[in-house]
Every structure is written in C-alpha cells, then in structure tokens.
C-alpha cells in the first residue's frame, strides 16, 4: 500500500528534526494502548517454562500504531523541510 508521502532523509546540513510521542486514548481521555483492555495473555509454567503473547487485539492495535506512527514520522518530516528548514537554510545564503 502506497501512501504517497515521500520519506526525507536526514542530512548534515539539517540541525533540528521534529519527533512526536502519539497514544490512543478513549472517549474521556484515558490512555488504552497498553492499559484497559487486554494486550497479553499469560501461560504460566508448564513444559516450556510459561510465557506471554499477543491478544489478537494486542496485535491489531500494534500493527496499526506503527503505521500511522510511521505516517506521522514522514508527514512530520515533509513538513519541516518545508515549513522551517527550507527558511532557515535561505538565512544562511
């Protein structure tokens, strides 16, 4: 699936980048990636000595986190050299 944004690579000649810390929150504000609904489901002991994996919940949330964290990161970038970097570096001309 293409998203039509184009990844811009960090360079020595940029002196700042942008980064975001994103979550998902409910209707009322409380954070749920991680908390408020089941993400793991424990097997405890056993023959192979117990362990945790993913809901099936747990795993959608992920995979979707990542892609708009990754979308996020890119459209961030887009704008900064556009916005900030593209006039800043004309100061320096």
Known sequence: ??????V??????DPFFIRLKI???????????????????RNIGGASGGGSQLTPFAKILLESFRDIHRRITMASDRLYQQEIFSKI?????
Request: aromatic content about 8%; hydrophobic content about 30%; overall charge negative.
């Open 89 to 93: 570096s004309q100061t320096d001309q």
């Open 23 to 41: 979550w998902f929150e409910d209707g009322s504000g409380e954070v749920i990636f991680g908390l408020g609904r089941q993400l793991l489901t």
């Open 8 to 13: 811009m690579t960090q360079s020595k000649e």
């Open 1 to 6: 699936m293409s998203s039509g944004i184009t």
